[in-house]
């Protein structure tokens, strides 16, 4: 079988960005989206400062992320190892943008020419209106292998039927070829010099590799062997270009879907299991429904592609988003039903399609690989927790408003109390497991700037409240009306702030410092990273 791969020689690479040129040429890509692009990193200090040139682009990964989370199969990975978008099928959602680890996917949402309002001829016909509104990314240029293929010429080694960014290196510092095959010349460079893949330990085994040094450790290749077993330096300093950077993908629109969808299933789950004790409560199951439908418009207005929505059910198998979609289509064709009919079979199937509805959410989020706040594991206790909580603070604040609390409050109370604390608990978990574990300097800074209000307005005061309204008479319910408030707007207040302040991407890292001639060799460098 054939595995298409590059390899990049560090100690070859010049920082001259010929690649880069030649891959905007190939594929007309608007001003600010590179396809193909140049690192340049700087380590150590002076006197004992390193530079290296790292060519980065899609990494075309054996476990493409981008692949398992495209809710219409736009994203495809051929069985050579290419991984492609079908424009006519993506929708636009940015799911993929924010599930590659190596910021290698765009959304362009309109047409851009480098000289602003004015478009030079050149632009206008290149322009691909195709790609408006839609994921794109490197192909690796697959039409020039594919063309090559059939017309006998071998990629790699026929300039036409090898990648633009490979075929226009002027140092001989990129290659391309089958890594599937002994022979050829990827795999004999492979074999002859000591390499990295970039996060390698995200587990997606990306296809390009970075040579550094000489498989030979002799006197001129590698003067020092520590390089070999030394760690990759993680310093918090930034690095322009390099250092994780805020997405920008997902505004406060994909974060109003986690909001108000959170809590409208929260809500009508809350209202659901009150209405088995009490008199039935179908104006909060309807406010729940119309939480959740006012999330999913909100998402629709995010969309590039918002008219081909219908195409996001394409991939139950895999993708969280179409999950969602599928349980939400669920919730609303059965709880309408219920509501009507008073149907408990049906109210009880829309109870657990509410469930799934909140479940798919917290896993959306943890399966975005790219952000690492987000793919932590732990958030999804902590974003399941979340949304029931809202819920059931808002019941407490509806059925306070409208003089409807039942006479024996006291099952709400310590609902609301048992869900704080699991609140608590999984965000504790969640602060943890980063602290632990490492994550981008951005992110820890502006989760711990949120942490005193989240734990103090959003635990520590509803939870005095709560107990407060247990022995302050006629004031309880106003007391505990204050705390569903509380609970509701810092919940809200926390995914806002993760989807849209936290949301640090990966950025760049680099295991190794190439070997230049006969120096040495030295550990890489991931900048703007807490150290774990």
């Not at 040579?211 to 020092?224: E, M, N, S, V, Y």
């Not at 930034?238 to 409208?264: C, E, V, Y």
């Not at 005095?464 to 022995?471: A, C, D, E, G, T």
């Not at 006969?518 to 991931?526: K, R, Y």
Request: proline share 7%.
């Amino acid at each position: 079988m054939t595995r298409w791969t590059v390899v990049a020689d560090l100690n070859r690479c010049v920082g001259c960005q010929t690649c880069t040129a030649a891959c905007k040429h190939a594929n007309a890509t608007v001003p600010g989206v590179q396809w193909r692009k140049v690192l340049d990193i700087e380590a150590g200090e002076y006197p004992d400062v390193r530079r290296a040139f790292v060519p980065v682009g899609c990494m075309h990964c054996e476990n493409p992320p981008c692949l398992d989370v495209c809710p219409t199969t736009a994203t495809r990975k051929r069985d050579d190892g290419i991984v492609t978008i079908d424009y006519d099928l993506c929708i636009g959602c940015a799911y993929c943008v924010v599930a590659c680890p190596f910021q290698a996917r765009y959304r362009v949402d309109a047409p851009a020419s480098a000289y602003g309002k004015k478009t030079m001829r050149h632009e206008a016909l290149l322009e691909n209106p195709g790609r408006i509104g839609v994921s794109q990314k490197c192909t690796f240029c697959v039409e020039r292998i594919d063309e090559g293929l059939a017309n006998g010429k071998a990629p790699g080694s026929a300039p036409e039927a090898t990648p633009a960014c490979v075929g226009s290196c002027i140092a001989n510092a990129l290659h391309f070829g089958d890594a599937e095959d002994p022979d050829s010349n990827v795999s004999r460079l492979l074999a002859e010099n000591k390499h990295f893949r970039m996060h390698e330990s995200l587990g997606t085994a990306p296809g390009i590799y970075y040579l550094w040094a000489p498989a030979d450790d002799g006197a001129q290749a590698c003067k020092t062997n520590s390089a070999d077993a030394a760690p990759m330096v993680i310093q918090s300093e930034p690095a322009k270009g390099i250092s994780p950077a805020l997405q920008l993908s997902w505004d406060w629109r994909a974060a109003a879907n986690f909001m108000a969808g959170g809590t409208g299933s929260g809500l009508y789950l809350a209202a659901f299991f009150a209405s088995l004790s009490g008199p039935s409560l179908q104006p909060l199951l309807l406010l729940g429904l119309m939480l959740v439908a006012a999330g999913l418009g909100c998402v629709w207005l995010e969309i590039g592609r918002p008219w081909r929505f219908l195409n996001v059910f394409h991939h139950p198998q895999r993708s969280w988003m179409t999950r969602e979609a599928m349980a939400a289509c669920g919730l609303f064709a059965l709880a309408f039903p219920a509501i009507i009919f008073g149907s408990v079979v049906l109210a009880i199937g829309a109870a657990l399609c509410a469930a799934a509805f909140l479940y798919s959410q917290a896993r959306i989020i943890e399966r975005s690989k790219g952000i690492p706040a987000w793919r932590e594991p732990a958030v999804v206790p902590l974003i399941v927790a979340t949304g029931l909580s809202e819920g059931v603070g808002l019941l407490a604040v509806v059925l306070t408003l409208a003089g409807a609390l039942p006479g024996a409050v006291w099952p709400l109370q310590a609902t609301l109390l048992v869900l704080l604390a699991a609140r608590y608990f999984g965000w504790r978990r969640y602060r943890r497991a980063l602290n632990e574990k490492g994550a981008p300097t951005g992110t820890i800074k502006v989760l711990d700037a949120a942490t005193p209000s989240f734990v103090i307005a959003g635990h520590a005061l509803p939870a005095l409240l709560i107990v407060l309204s247990v022995v302050a008479g006629f004031m309880g319910p106003v007391l505990l009306g204050l705390a569903g408030v509380s609970v509701f707007a810092t919940g809200w207040l926390f995914k806002f702030v993760l989807i849209t302040r936290a949301a640090f991407n990966q950025g760049y890292a680099i295991e190794r410092m190439p070997a230049r001639g006969g120096g040495d060799s030295a550990p890489g460098i991931q900048p703007g990273w807490t150290v774990s």
